[in-house]
């Protein structure tokens, strides 16, 4: 596997992302995460998108972190919010979210970000096994879902 950085409107950036708003949508039965995103809110050095390819140059995972800093929506100063981590079907299972996940932490380190930041929800327990294992603890809600009793934060410090 390799990783690559990308735009978030890369196309194979937009293919991933449209499986993980579909199996959002499974999951959840809501039509994906609502949340407003912009290729721009991915642009270094306020944030990166990153692709993991396979030997075959396929793209088979995803994630990105973008700047946040203190707002109406909960955030705090410092925040580095990830977003769109997934890992296609048959790839799962073989440590590449936490190779992104990773991966990502270093790169907002690296920008000056303090803290991480991720909401994920309760229909996703590989998800929460995945953070709260690489040290990521529930934190107060932000967010577009900061409502809704499913959703779920967490954050770890940088």
Same mark, same amino acid.
């Given at each position: 596997m390799h990783i690559r950085r990308?735009?978030?409107d890369h196309p194979d950036a937009t293919k991933l992302s449209d499986q993980v708003q579909a199996e959002y949508h499974v999951r959840y039965g809501d039509g994906g995460d609502?949340?407003?995103?912009?290729?721009?809110?991915?642009?270094?050095?306020?944030?990166?998108?990153?692709l993991a390819y396979d030997e075959h140059d396929s793209p088979v995972a995803s994630g990105g972190? $973008? /700047?946040?800093?203190?707002?109406?929506? &909960?955030?705090?100063?410092?925040? %580095?919010?990830?977003?769109?981590?997934y890992v296609v079907d048959g790839m799962r299972g073989r440590g590449l979210a936490r190779r992104i996940?990773?991966?990502?932490?270093?790169?907002?380190?690296?920008?000056? $970000? /303090?803290?991480?930041?991720?909401?994920? &929800?309760?229909?996703?327990?590989? %998800?929460i096994a995945l953070y709260t294992s690489s040290g990521y603890e529930p934190?107060?809600?932000?967010?577009?879902?900061?409502?809704?009793?499913?959703?779920?934060?967490?954050?770890?410090?940088?």
């Open positions: 990308v735009s978030f609502a949340t407003v995103l912009a290729a721009s809110d991915f642009a270094p050095p306020n944030g990166t998108y990153l972190w $973008r /700047t946040q800093d203190a707002n109406d929506e &909960g955030n705090l100063d410092g925040d %580095a919010e990830i977003k769109r981590m996940l990773a991966a990502l932490e270093e790169d907002a380190r690296a920008a000056g $970000r /303090t803290r991480m930041v991720l909401e994920t &929800g309760t229909e996703q327990p590989e %998800a934190c107060g809600k932000f967010g577009y879902y900061r409502h809704h009793e499913s959703s779920r934060c967490f954050a770890k410090g940088l």
